[in-house]
């Protein structure tokens, strides 16, 4: 069975998808909404199957639909990645790269090794994006994202990686607090000890949880912050204390309002590695830009093989 359906009607059913709106999906797509209904249908017709369930007030994919979603996403990332490969060719690390990172990493990690990175590749255009673990991945398997910069371990096969730096936890208390006396205080300390947390959606949030749990310390559930500023701020106003990675730890320490201790016996720690979809044409490049991070690691991380 030949079908004779093309790459623009794919990308309208994946807008379709992703916003449940015809009006929203023309306008994401730059077209009229009579214009995306009508090449939405005929690509109903090319495939031999119902797609879209229309309402009066919404929009529902099929099950057809949703296999027909999943499909279009990974031939149109494969098509991403074919355009790329040719750009790539005898210009490595050259053009656009779109790379996504956690909140809890790019403020404190990118800023140090970003001259590096414009040094070695002068005709690098980077764009970043930065969201939670289960964001990235989504744009990461659809193709809206080229890496991203997550910590391990992954959630799911279909993806390759290069570690780049093993990152270990600080704790952050008050000034006067009995633990602030400690020039490096023992997990076991913690035991008791209430620490707040950042919200649901944060891969932070679990490797502080796999602390808690482990030393004994008590999860504050009357809070949950939205950044490690605001659980700084929160440390500083003596609510609790929190855990924060090694590279954000002086920064928001820098004012003087909480201090930092380093946490043995364990060390609680985490790493962090560039991940990209298995295959990828241009994975010798990313291969190549792991080593350069790698090689660039400011101080307080070390580098993971």
């Not at 794919?10 to 015809?22: E, H, K, Q, S």
């Not at 990209?276 to 010798?284: D, K, L, V």
Request: net charge neutral.
């Amino acid at each position: 069975m030949t079908v004779n359906a093309t790459l623009r009607q794919f990308r309208y059913l994946v807008a379709l998808a992703d916003t449940l709106n015809f009006s929203r999906a023309a306008a994401a797509c730059h077209v009229s909404q009579p214009s995306l209904s009508a090449q939405i249908q005929q690509l109903e017709t090319a495939l031999g199957a119902s797609l879209v369930e229309r309402t009066k007030h919404r929009v529902l994919l099929t099950r057809a639909g949703e296999e027909a979603v999943r499909r279009a996403r990974d031939i149109l990332a494969r098509v991403e990645d074919l355009g790329r490969a040719m750009q790539a060719v005898g210009s490595p690390l050259a053009g656009p790269l779109r790379l996504g990172v956690i909140p809890t990493c790019g403020p404190y990690f990118l800023p140090r090794v970003l001259p590096s990175l414009r040094e070695a590749y002068p005709e690098l255009k980077l764009y970043l994006r930065e969201d939670f673990t289960e964001r990235l991945l989504d744009r990461l398997r659809g193709g809206e994202l080229d890496a991203a910069l997550l910590a391990l371990p992954l959630p799911e096969s279909g993806l390759d990686c290069e570690p780049i730096f093993r990152e270990p936890f600080l704790l952050a208390v008050p000034p006067g607090h009995r633990l602030a006396a400690k020039q490096q205080i023992l997990e076991s300390e913690l035991t008791g000890q209430p620490l707040l947390l950042l919200e649901d959606g944060h891969c932070f949030r679990e490797q502080a949880l796999e602390v808690c749990r482990l030393s004994g310390a008590r999860e504050d559930q009357g809070f949950a912050a939205t950044s490690l500023a605001t659980l700084a701020e929160m440390v500083a106003g003596r609510l609790g204390l929190t855990l924060l990675p090694a590279l954000a730890a002086p920064v928001l320490a820098a004012n003087g309002q909480i201090k930092v201790r380093p946490l043995v016996d364990p060390v609680p720690s985490r790493t962090m590695a560039l991940v990209w979809r298995r295959g990828a044409p241009h994975e010798p490049d990313l291969r190549q830009l792991a080593g350069l991070l790698r090689d660039h690691l400011p101080d307080g991380v070390a580098a993971a093989r």
